[in-house]
């Protein structure tokens, strides 16, 4: 003790009471509560007992508790959500994914300007500061990528599944509001909004979405927007494919005609039967299971299966779960508020008597449409199906050992 | 009794004062959702036609947008072989079993989405290439060699004549294969599965 003190005294001027308190902390491997936690361990400061030793002072930014890792799974082109680790419909920012076509810009927020021209009484340019001062909306959402699709082994995990999909409460003004100070001809049937990114990615969009609650968000979950959402102004367009969304908006064109952009056609496009289907906005109705499901284990006895639905079209109004491969049907619980264009989360209690069966979820949103499976999908649109806008019901198997695995279909 | 007639009469009242404020709210006109706003908040600046002219860039099926210059295919294959080849292979066309950076751009023997079977619109190539192409030095290119690239591209897709020279009256008229083949969705929601 004595010793401790004078060590304190010797170095009492270069070294703060937090990295003091810190002192005694011992360095502790541990496996960590992520689907991950089979391949990952990490060291956490941990000390014999914490009610002996005060902790840290209150700190400038919050952190993540070290024993939580959810974590994004990144590609060269996206980044994907960890679904199965969250508890309720809110993507944490810093786990929203990410999905980009020439890397994340850095903008000064004091040089940024949207340009908004073409078919108007008056063209104008909104600084940021100016687009903050206009009458504000905050609105809870999802963004879900238009090619948020992936099958074929049994090890995947939600976020490998689907994790191209992401909720936050957005903050900004809406488009409407802009286009009521430009006066917009009444001719005018699309807008093009251009991002300033590397890639200067361009979306043709309907005008009626402009007068509806397409809004320019910037601010995410409470704060500024994050840089690979869009810093500091994207475009949301609530319940429309990802990249309509887009990100790091700097102009945007009112026209009587859609542009055709690459983005339009090459890409974002599909196969149905023996034609190109363009200009899918709205994503289809969709839920997964998200506890329990790959790589997490479950015990005999009560279950709470619990999941995520949401539905481009508007509100979720039933999700149905089966636990014996699609036999039978039961209604799960929703989560309220249920909101519009929304996540919704959903519960359903069973009762597992340790012998192998599927599970699976089923959303029926408000205009009647049920989640179809995948060979519905393939019924009305051919084989020849391609990745986008595919929404098909996803099972997971679960294992006498309460192992539980994706179902993975063939197409 | 006294006592339980005041508090019935003190309940009739109350009854009474809920049903009174039930009919005005009910009768009430509508409240306006949006307050009184002002004709124009008056933020922002006008932009200038030099301002607009800096950022317009994109080009439309019709030819609208599309800037003075013009290219031809020799030149295309001198531009491409220098700045694309490296992502999109010598030839443009896939390579079986490698995995290109860039996907390829010209028909080759697979069911590969290209130019040739897939993109619609020859302006689109313009608009695309200019804007975020070559991947390393995104907006690099002048105008002549972005038309100078369509041009050998068209052709290696068998879609012009290698004399074939690009320019703003000459692109929008190429007719791209695959455009017969789009169709804009019409679902409308609804229980159908389409």
């Known amino acids: 003790m004595e010793q401790r003190d004078r060590s304190i005294k010797t170095t009492e001027k270069k070294i703060s009471r937090r990295t003091l308190l810190g002192g005694a902390l011992a360095t502790a491997i541990l496996p960590v509560t992520s689907a991950f936690a089979k391949y990952v361990q990490i060291g956490v400061l941990t000390v014999p007992d914490p009610t002996k030793q005060p902790g840290p002072l209150p700190g400038k930014v919050g952190t993540r508790s070290p024993f939580e890792v959810p974590v994004k799974k990144p590609s060269d082109i996206s980044s994907r959500s960890p679904l199965q680790d969250l508890y309720s419909t809110i993507t944490p920012s810093d786990l929203h994914f990410e999905r980009h076509h020439a890397g994340v810009p850095a903008i000064d927020p004091n040089q940024y300007e949207l340009l908004i021209h073409g078919m108007v009484d008056r063209p104008m340019k909104f600084s940021l500061h100016d687009l903050k001062r206009f009458p504000s909306v905050t609105r809870t959402c999802f963004i879900e990528c238009a090619g948020n699709f992936r099958t074929g082994k049994e090890d995947m995990t939600v976020q490998e599944i689907l994790g191209l999909t992401s909720q936050s409460e957005w903050t900004g003004v809406m488009l409407s509001t802009l286009f009521r100070e430009l006066r917009v001809d009444p001719k005018a049937t699309w807008f093009l909004a251009e991002g300033g990114d590397a890639a200067v990615l361009t979306r043709s969009i309907p005008m009626h979405k402009a007068w509806d609650d397409a809004m320019i968000a910037y601010a995410q979950n409470g704060e500024a927007i994050r840089p690979e959402q869009g810093y500091p102004a994207r475009l949301l367009l609530p319940g429309w494919e990802g990249n309509t969304n887009v990100k790091w908006l700097r102009r945007i064109e009112i026209s009587d005609a859609p542009y055709f952009t690459r983005e339009e056609t090459s890409k974002y496009t599909y196969p149905v039967k023996d034609k190109i289907r363009m200009f899918s906005f709205e994503m289809d109705a969709r839920s997964i299971i998200t506890y329990p499901s790959f790589p997490q284990k479950v015990e005999r006895g009560w279950i709470e299966i619990r999941g995520l639905a949401w539905s481009g079209r508007g509100k979720v109004i039933k999700v149905e779960v089966s636990t014996d491969a699609g036999k039978n049907w039961n209604e799960a619980r929703l989560q309220g508020p249920v909101l519009e264009k929304a996540h919704t989360y959903f519960r359903y209690l069973w009762q597992w008597n340790g012998a192998e069966t599927e599970i699976m979820s089923r959303v029926t949103d408000e205009t009647g449409y049920t989640q179809p499976t995948l060979k519905q999908l393939i019924d009305a649109r051919g084989k020849d199906i391609g990745g986008y806008h595919m929404n098909p019901v996803t099972a997971w198997r679960v294992k006498r050992d309460g192992s539980v695995l994706f179902k993975p279909e063939k197409h | ?194």
């Not at chain 2, 009768?27 to 124009?40: D, F, I, M, N």
């Open chain 2, 1 to 194: 009794m006294l006592k339980k007639l005041k508090l019935r009469r003190s309940h009739a009242l109350i009854f009474g004062l809920i049903i009174i404020i039930g009919v005005v709210i009910w009768l009430w006109p509508p409240v306006k959702t949006e307050p009184q706003w002002p004709k124009t908040f008056g933020y922002g600046k006008t932009a200038t036609q030099q301002e607009i002219a800096k950022l317009d860039i994109d080009v439309r099926p019709d030819g609208k947008g599309l800037p003075a210059g013009s290219g031809n295919v020799p030149n295309g294959a001198i531009i491409y072989a220098n700045k694309c080849a490296a992502c999109h292979a010598a030839d443009g066309k896939e390579i079986k079993g490698v995995k290109l950076p860039g996907p390829p751009l010209v028909i080759g023997d697979g069911k590969t989405k290209t130019i040739g079977n897939y993109w619609p619109y020859a302006t689109t190539l313009f608009d695309y290439v200019r804007r975020a192409m070559p991947y390393n030095a995104p907006g690099s290119l002048t105008n002549d060699e972005v038309y100078s690239l369509c041009a050998w591209l068209l052709n290696q897709n068998k879609i012009t004549t290698a004399s074939q020279v690009m320019n703003a009256h000459t692109l929008p008229q190429v007719k791209m294969p695959a455009q017969k083949l789009f169709i804009v969705d019409n679902r409308k929601g609804g229980p159908e599965v389409k």
